[in-house]
């Protein structure tokens, strides 16, 4: 929406309603508007295409609650000749261009939030408070064997974070010191200034880095910072199914912390190794066994592996071709409910590479017999 838009169309007028009009009533009122004037039922009648143009688009603010929120707050603020600002000068065209100015440059932004700060030109504030800090994410690698990867696993993960500091206990001071309160952000760890005579900004102090401390006497463990790097291990549990890539989201066994905040969460990224004879499509197995010529085209009864160690029977019917797919139910990787999904057996037809003189009169007479239609007749050569 253009900032014209907001700052000119009335969309109540446009619909008929009221300001104060339920939801309800706006919902009818386009309804009508729409029926009288819809394209299908006026065609080459460009008045009113308009018209359901206009509609639709006033319907489309003020049935959204938030955006007839907003339109309202902006024409209160805006409407009628523009928004006097606290010492703007130029009369109402200097005001209506500072306003058009302001929405350009908060497009996609909350009006609420723009208009909470907008009456803080000139001043440092300090109401955010230094309250507790979240602790930062960590991240970790494991790599699994395909079997453990199906199956899952259980693994020990070395990770590397910064606890607090053991010698000053996270305060960042030498032992027997205390950090000050930062006399810039009054402990708050933000301070807040004026931007272009409108806007206030809110920014991490520069004096204290956003801690609302300042460190006199630093301590020489963690050179005042209050955090230390520290290597652990954690036994994490790799759930069954896992694919390769796949990132895991453990929560609260990231970083430590601050001021009673919650701890960072641990993302795991697993990789998983190849298998020689399985692979994957999903949650399903795969594997491709291989036939010969006689089986696939006689039919057959055929053993296949399974990634326990175990063995299935698989049917192969008569003139079976290449290539063709074969499912065992309940024989793939564990899915997420904790069933179990299926193993899917491709066959490969083997083509003999030599024959001995027996074999070679077998197959010619075999092809005289069978009497087969050319395979490719409907190729056109």
């Known amino acids: 929406m253009s900032t014209k838009d907001w700052l000119e169309k009335d969309y109540y007028k446009v619909l008929g309603v009221s300001k104060d009009a339920s939801a309800e009533d706006i919902k009818k009122a386009f309804r009508k508007i729409a029926r009288a004037n819809h394209p299908d039922q006026n065609p080459d009648n460009a008045a009113a295409e308009k018209r359901f143009k206009e509609a639709s688009e006033a319907n489309s603010v003020l049935s959204d609650p938030k955006k007839r929120k907003e339109y309202d707050d902006a024409r209160r603020l805006f409407g009628g000749g523009g928004f006097r600002f606290p010492g703007a000068a130029g009369g109402a065209g200097r005001a209506q261009q500072t306003a058009e100015d302001l929405f350009r440059n908060a497009q996609g932004a909350d009006l609420g939030d723009l208009f909470g700060g907008l009456f803080n030109r000139g001043t440092r504030t300090t109401t955010h408070g230094r309250g507790p800090r979240r602790g930062t994410d ?191 139910r309940g024989k793939g990787a564990t899915r997420s409910d904790g069933t179990k999904a299926d193993l899917l057996v491709t066959v490969e037809v083997v083509v003999p590479a030599h024959l001995t003189e027996d074999a070679k009169s077998a197959l010619q007479a075999f092809a005289q017999t069978a009497d087969e239609p050319d395979p490719r007749a409907r190729l056109g050569v």
Do not use: W
């Open 138 to 328: 960590v991240e970790g690698e494991v790599t699994l064997d395909f079997v453990d990867s199906v199956e899952g696993k259980t693994v020990p993960i070395q990770m590397v974070s910064t606890d607090a500091c053991n010698a000053c206990h996270g305060t960042g001071a030498k032992a027997g010191t205390m950090p000050n309160v930062c006399s810039t952000c009054q402990g708050s760890g933000m301070t807040t200034s004026a931007s272009g005579g409108m806007f206030a900004v809110s920014e991490p102090c520069p004096d204290c880095r956003g801690r609302g401390l300042v460190v006199e006497d630093p301590c020489p463990v963690c050179a005042g910072s209050g955090r230390a790097k520290s290597t652990k291990t954690m036994q994490v549990r790799i759930p069954a199914g896992v694919t390769d890539g796949q990132r895991i989201r453990i929560k609260g066994k990231g970083g430590a912390g601050e001021n009673g905040g919650a701890p960072g969460d641990l993302y795991v990224i697993v990789h998983v190794q190849p298998h020689p004879l399985f692979g994957r499509s999903g949650d399903n197995l795969t594997v491709t066994v291989p036939i010969t010529f006689a089986e696939a085209a006689l039919g057959a009864e055929i053993e296949v592996p399974t990634l326990s160690g175990s063995k299935v029977r698989i049917k192969i019917p008569e003139g079976t071709p290449n290539g063709r797919t074969f499912r065992a």
